[in-house]
T-cell receptor
């Protein structure tokens, strides 16, 4: 069965600093991987997804993630944090019935 | 705006009661998913419908049921409510059913059981 582990329930960075949110997955088949963002009192919005092809995936708002099969990881990065990036981020793996299995989420805090 | 609508936004009710949450998917999307987000369980998949038929089931309690109607809107029915059912319930829709297209999430219904 697929599963996702997000390391760090809270990550705090200074504005302008690198953002790194960690995600490791477990999947017996080639995975479909996603990062979603949830702003306060809102639904989830897709940042980026990996299905097949290029292992470096670029998403919206300057985020990108690299699929590393050997490390079973799909970490999310952004070179320079902005105050508006403060939100909760969820990594998810898709299973064969196209439902999403989510990690526990990482809350990103951006310090001025 | 994802194009997915959910009503009501907030629902406050008492233990033992029954409620219905409604979801309208994006125009043309055939798949509807229901997820529950709670502090202790996180985001969990409940159930999926595709073009009116149940496609997949997750950690959905027997007290909960759902259906998708011919116009593709979906309803999630929660009965014999318990305090632990208090959560944010999301609906998501996806076009097609055979590839990994994006799931678009609605704004959610916040259920509070007192």
């Amino acid at each position: 069965a697929q599963s996702v582990t997000q390391l760090g329930s809270h990550v705090s960075v200074s504005e302008g600093a690198l953002v790194l949110l960690r995600c490791n997955y477990s999947s017996s088949v080639p995975p479909y991987l996603f990062w979603y963002v949830q702003y306060p009192n809102q639904g989830l919005q897709l940042l980026l997804k990996y299905t097949t092809g290029a292992t470096l995936v670029k998403g919206i708002n300057g985020f990108e993630a690299e699929f590393k099969k050997s490390e079973t990881s799909f970490h999310l990065t952004k070179p320079s944090a902005h105050m508006s990036d403060a939100a909760e981020y969820f990594c998810a793996v898709g299973d064969s019935s196209y439902k999403l299995i989510f990690g526990s989420g990482t809350r990103l805090l951006v310090r001025p | 705006d994802s194009g997915v609508t959910q009503t009501p936004k907030h629902l406050i009710t008492a233990t033992g009661q029954r409620v219905t949450l409604r979801c309208s998917p994006r125009s043309g999307d055939l798949s509807v998913y229901w997820y529950q987000q709670s502090l202790d369980q996180g985001l969990q998949f409940l159930i999926q419908y595709y073009n009116g038929e149940e496609r997949a089931k997750g950690n959905i309690l027997e007290r909960f049921s759902a259906q998708q109607f011919p116009d593709l809107h979906s309803e999630l029915n929660l009965s014999s409510l318990e305090l632990g059912d208090s959560a944010l319930y999301f609906c998501a829709s996806m076009s097609g059913g055979s590839t990994y297209n994006e799931q678009f999430f609605g704004p959610g219904t916040r259920l509070t059981v007192l």
